[in-house]
């Protein structure tokens, strides 16, 4: 599909020639529940081998599979982390990944000929590594004084992993690197960014990009890294509940990065952009409602 030429919020973005009257395009399938799974696990995803790949760590039913949604069912979080694939038009079931579990999710990433997942335990907030070949998944190995109190985020940059992960304890925000053959760099705060929620990465341009929450707020801020710098990060005229993802896509041979968030004071996604403008370079802009 095309980009569209409307928005939802015009007077945050300022984009010209917006036609009276019309309404923004929806895009895609119809949406549907394939699992039960709450923010503070919220699923990672990834494109490996040609196929779609989620990991999380779901909810679980009693006497039932994993991906039960029976309305009176008894159940919880297990904290097991789970993998699905979806290929042909349907997902898989999801199989339990070497027993690892992990109380806040993960973050998945692909480098070389294998897809690499970074997440919490169990019961700490210690971070664990591990990687998938196609077949299956490695027994999970420490990443040595590195902890994180939510899920880390990932993406591939320049022949490396990084990873981009709160503290133990704290809001700050750290940024490391998994380097083949060296395995993970030591973590190096990122000076003067704080967030409440996980970030989102996305490479855009031979640049990495971060999108994350305010310190205490739902205000979102973009940082790019710079010859290994994070610039000073800029307050974005959106915002979201809880935690942006990033993409990067193209659209007629156009780039664009893919935001989606939600809306400060619902449920409800939102679907941002940011790429080219006609008379002001690159620049944010929000697309249209989910619902």
Same mark, same amino acid.
């Given at each position: 599909?095309?980009?569209?030429?409307?928005?939802?919020?015009?007077?945050?973005?300022?984009?010209? $020639?917006?036609?009276?009257?019309?309404?923004?395009?929806?895009?895609?399938?119809?949406?549907?529940?394939?699992?039960?799974?709450?923010?503070?696990?919220?699923?990672?995803?990834?494109?490996?081998?040609?196929?779609?790949?989620?990991?999380?760590?779901?909810?679980?039913?009693? @006497?039932?599979?994993?991906? $039960?949604?029976?309305?009176?069912?008894?159940?919880?979080?297990?904290?097991?982390?789970?993998?699905?694939?979806?290929?042909? &038009?349907?997902?898989?079931?999801?199989?339990?990944?070497?027993?690892?579990?992990?109380?806040?999710?993960?973050?998945?990433?692909?480098?070389?000929?294998?897809?690499?997942?970074?997440?919490? &335990?169990?019961?700490?907030?210690?971070?664990?590594?591990?990687?998938?070949?196609?077949?299956?998944?490695?027994?999970?190995?420490?990443?040595?004084?590195?902890?994180?109190?939510?899920?880390?985020?990932?993406?591939?940059?320049?022949?490396?992993?990084?990873?981009?992960?709160? &503290?133990?304890?704290?809001?700050?925000?750290?940024?490391?690197?998994?380097?083949?053959?060296? @395995?993970?760099?030591?973590?190096?705060?990122?000076?003067?960014?704080?967030?409440?929620?996980?970030?989102?990465?996305?490479?855009?341009?031979?640049?990495?990009?971060?999108?994350?929450?305010? $310190?205490?707020?739902?205000?979102?801020?973009?940082?790019?890294?710079?010859?290994?710098?994070?610039?000073?990060?800029?307050?974005?005229?959106? $915002?979201?509940?809880?935690?942006?993802?990033?993409?990067?896509?193209?659209?007629?041979?156009?780039?664009?990065?893919?935001?989606?968030?939600?809306?400060?004071? &619902?449920?409800?996604?939102?679907?941002?952009?940011?790429?080219?403008?006609?008379?002001?370079?690159?620049?944010?802009?929000?697309?249209?409602?989910?619902?």
């Amino acid at each position: 599909y095309s980009r569209p030429n409307v928005v939802m919020n015009q007077k945050s973005i300022g984009l010209p $020639d917006v036609p009276q009257g019309e309404k923004p395009k929806v895009c895609g399938p119809f949406q549907k529940v394939i699992g039960r799974i709450d923010e503070k696990r919220k699923p990672a995803l990834a494109v490996f081998q040609n196929k779609l790949h989620l990991v999380s760590s779901d909810y679980y039913c009693a @006497g039932g599979p994993a991906f $039960d949604l029976v309305l009176n069912c008894l159940g919880g979080y297990d904290n097991f982390l789970k993998h699905r694939i979806y290929e042909n &038009g349907k997902w898989s079931d999801p199989q339990i990944i070497h027993k690892q579990k992990s109380k806040k999710g993960v973050g998945l990433a692909v480098l070389g000929n294998r897809l690499h997942m970074v997440h919490l &335990g169990n019961k700490s907030n210690q971070l664990w590594y591990s990687t998938y070949d196609g077949n299956s998944w490695t027994p999970n190995v420490k990443i040595p004084n590195q902890k994180s109190k939510k899920r880390p985020v990932l993406a591939t940059f320049q022949n490396r992993i990084h990873m981009v992960h709160l &503290g133990d304890s704290s809001n700050d925000l750290w940024h490391s690197m998994y380097i083949p053959g060296q @395995g993970w760099t030591v973590n190096v705060r990122i000076p003067g960014q704080k967030s409440k929620n996980t970030p989102g990465l996305a490479l855009f341009r031979n640049r990495l990009h971060m999108v994350h929450s305010g $310190d205490s707020s739902n205000d979102l801020w973009h940082s790019v890294l710079v010859r290994d710098q994070w610039t000073k990060n800029n307050k974005l005229p959106i $915002d979201s509940k809880y935690s942006p993802t990033l993409a990067f896509s193209a659209s007629n041979s156009t780039p664009w990065m893919e935001l989606v968030h939600f809306e400060k004071g &619902g449920s409800a996604l939102y679907h941002s952009l940011y790429g080219p403008h006609l008379r002001r370079g690159r620049t944010w802009i929000e697309w249209f409602d989910t619902r």
